[in-house]
């Protein structure tokens, strides 16, 4: 028996309604991955740096090492798992050679998702930038800019990613 008291949650994941009991302290990408099975979103670092574990969180890609599971009630979680293919972000990663080792792709979409998404104009320094919160020890980087420039032009969240479940 846990010596935290334990929490009723209930958020959205990945399209579905779902519920939860869990610990105050509990991170949500240890919540995603032991509780759901979710094992897309990878845990690199545990201190915030590398992205690995990124999500979106009502529309916005965050570090879900970073975020109390707690913190997600009534919220929208998307993990990879939840991004129904075909995917253009994906594809294009794959067109361009975006990825090797594949584990930091996951935060990879989710950071490209929420860039394309944000209705700027994108070139390729604000693209580096964008992706300054994620770390690839694989690719050099080029493959995903060039990836993620590709898609460049899929204005609506409709066309960049649509959710499983939902
Ligand atoms: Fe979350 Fe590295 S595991 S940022
Ligand atoms: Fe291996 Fe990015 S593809 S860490």
């Known amino acids: 028996m846990s010596k935290f ?9 990945n399209g579905v309604s779902v519920e939860a009991e869990v610990e105050p302290r509990e ?5 995603l991955r032991n ?4 094992t897309g979103s990878h845990v690199g670092c545990d201190t915030g740096q590398c992205g690995a574990c990124a999500v979106l969180l009502d529309g916005h890609a965050v570090k879900s090492c970073s975020v109390l599971t707690v913190q997600v009630d009534r919220a929208d979680v998307v993990t990879i798992e939840g991004i129904a293919r ?11 050679h975006g990825l090797q080792c594949g584990f930091c792709t996951p935060g990879m979409v989710m950071a490209a998702i929420e860039m394309l998404g944000a209705g700027e104009n994108l070139d390729e320094e604000a693209v580096r930038r964008g992706l300054s919160g994620n770390m690839c020890r694989c690719t050099g980087y080029q493959g995903i800019v060039d990836g993620i ?18």
């Open 86 to 96: 075909p995917n253009v972000v994906q594809d294009a990663l794959h067109r361009h």
């Open 149 to 166: 420039l590709d898609v460049v032009g899929s204005r609506s969240n409709a066309e960049i990613y649509t959710v499983k479940g939902a």
């Open 27 to 31: 991170l949500l990408v240890h919540h």
């Open 5 to 13: 008291q334990r929490k009723s949650i209930s958020f959205r994941l």
């Open 35 to 38: 509780d759901w099975g979710l």
